[in-house]
Antibody, heavy 119, light 112 residues
Framework: EVQLVESGGTLVQPGGSLRLSCVASGFTLSPYAIHWVRQAPGKGLECVSTISNKGGATYYADSVKDRFTISRDDSENTVYLQMGSLRDEDMGVYYC????????????WGQGTLVTVSS | QSVLTQPPSVSGAPGQTVTISCTGSSSNIGANYAVHWYQHIPGTAPKLLIYGDTNRPSGVPARFSGSKSGTSASLAITGLQAEDEADYYCHSYDNSLSGPVVFGGGTKLTVL
């Protein structure tokens, strides 16, 4: 069974850092692009970052550019999202999702991990 | 302000048909990039409903269908059921942006 499991979400102070992990199981991660999608409280879905298969290309939403870094370790079937200089508006549930390519649909999603930014 | 525009809410009684629109522009839907649809029940993982404008993944009921014309796409749900109450999002690609993913703002479907 294809599964994506996010972890690492927690309470962090404004200005702090956090690393989220997305562990894939039931399939080999390497051929797939992975996206991090967040939902702020009361808001819709926003794709904050994307990494292509083999990590050749990365993309960031303007709202997180220069603060977040996406990476992948295919040997560990894991994708990471390093989040820095966290702001109130970064708070929300973060999902990872799988795509055949960076421009195609997301066929599997994780259950999400909650990031709370508060002093 | 989302690049793809959806109505904030729609509603319908059980058994009825509802349609959710997703309006874009010449740099996304109008450029013939594929549109995909997701169902999201808060607290759960979003679920792929329609991909490539009109295709249903295995396991998605035929009550769900997608269409596209010009700069807009639509998701139709026929024979509405209580379990269809959820948020629905469209997704496409935009060639004027730095990233490969654009979502609509989401539509809350209420089953009366």
């Amino acid at each position: 069974e294809v599964q994506l499991v996010e972890s690492g979400g927690t309470l962090v102070q404004p200005g702090g850092s956090l690393r989220l992990s997305c562990v894939a199981s039931g399939f080999t991660l390497s051929p797939y692009a992975i996206h991090w999608v967040r939902q702020a409280p009361g808001k819709g879905l926003e794709c904050v970052s994307t990494i292509s298969n083999k990590g050749g290309a990365t993309y960031y939403a303007d709202s997180v550019k220069d603060r977040f870094t996406i990476s992948r370790d295919d040997s560990e079937n894991t994708v990471y999202l390093q989040m820095g200089s966290l702001r109130d508006e970064d708070m929300g549930v973060y999902y990872c999702a799988r795509g055949v390519a960076v421009t195609t649909y997301f066929d599997h999603w994780g259950q999400g991990t909650l990031v709370t930014v508060s002093s | 302000q989302s690049v793809l525009t959806q109505p904030p809410s729609v509603s319908g009684a059980p058994g009825q048909t509802v349609t959710i629109s997703c309006t874009g522009s010449s740099s996304n839907i109008g450029a013939n990039y594929a549109v995909h649809w997701y169902q999201h029940i808060p607290g759960t993982a979003p679920k792929l409903l329609i991909y490539g404008d009109t295709n249903r993944p295995s396991g998605v009921p035929a009550r769900f269908s997608g269409s596209k014309s010009g700069t807009s796409a639509s998701l139709a749900i026929t024979g509405l059921q209580a379990e269809d109450e959820a948020d629905y999002y469209c997704h496409s690609y935009d060639n004027s942006l730095s990233g490969p993913v654009v979502f609509g703002g989401g539509t809350k479907l209420t089953v009366l």
